[in-house]
Nanobody, 121 residues
Framework: QVRLVESGGGLVQAGGSLRLSCAASGPVYSINAMEWHRQAPGQQRELVARSTSGGATNYADSAKGRFTISRDNAKNTVFLQMSSLKPEDTAVYYC???????????????WGQGTQVTVSS
C-alpha cells in the first residue's frame, strides 16, 4: 500500500519560515507530479505549488517569491520551503503525488494526511 507521510508543520510568527516534507513509501515504481495544496477553515482546498517529473515548477500567485518546492526523487520526497510567512498562510497543508505503483501501469493520485501550519501575527 502506497502511503504519503508529511512532517514539518507547526506554529510560527509572521515573517518566519517553515519547511514541510512529504515522503512516499510502499510499492512505488515512479512518481510524476508532486504538489502541495492547502485548506484554510471554511475555504476550498487550493494548489500552492507543483513540481513535474521534468523539473518544471508552478506556484500560486500567493506563494510566488516566498515558497519553494523541491523534490528528492531518490527518496520519493517532496519539500516545501516557506519563508516570509503571513497569517493568511495559516491552513492545513497537504501533499499530493501522481504515483505509478509497482502493481499498476497507470498513475494514481495519493494524498498525505495533512499538516497544520499556523502563522501568528
Amino acid at each position: 500500500q502506497v502511503r504519503l507521510v508529511e512532517s514539518g508543520g507547526g506554529l510560527v510568527q509572521a515573517g518566519g519560515s517553515l519547511r514541510l516534507s512529504c515522503a512516499a513509501s510502499g510499492p512505488v515504481y515512479s512518481i510524476n507530479a508532486m504538489e502541495w495544496h492547502r485548506q484554510a477553515p471554511g475555504q476550498q482546498r487550493e494548489l500552492v505549488a507543483r513540481s513535474t517529473s521534468g523539473g518544471a515548477t508552478n506556484y500560486a500567485d500567493s506563494a510566488k517569491g516566498r515558497f519553494t518546492i523541491s523534490r528528492d526523487n531518490a527518496k520519493n520526497t517532496v519539500f516545501l520551503q516557506m519563508s516570509s510567512l503571513k497569517p493568511e498562510d495559516t491552513a492545513v497543508y497537504y501533499c499530493k503525488m501522481q504515483i505509478i505503483p509497482r502493481t499498476a501501469d497507470y498513475a494514481v493520485a495519493y494524498w498525505g494526511q495533512g499538516t497544520q501550519v499556523t502563522v501568528s501575527s
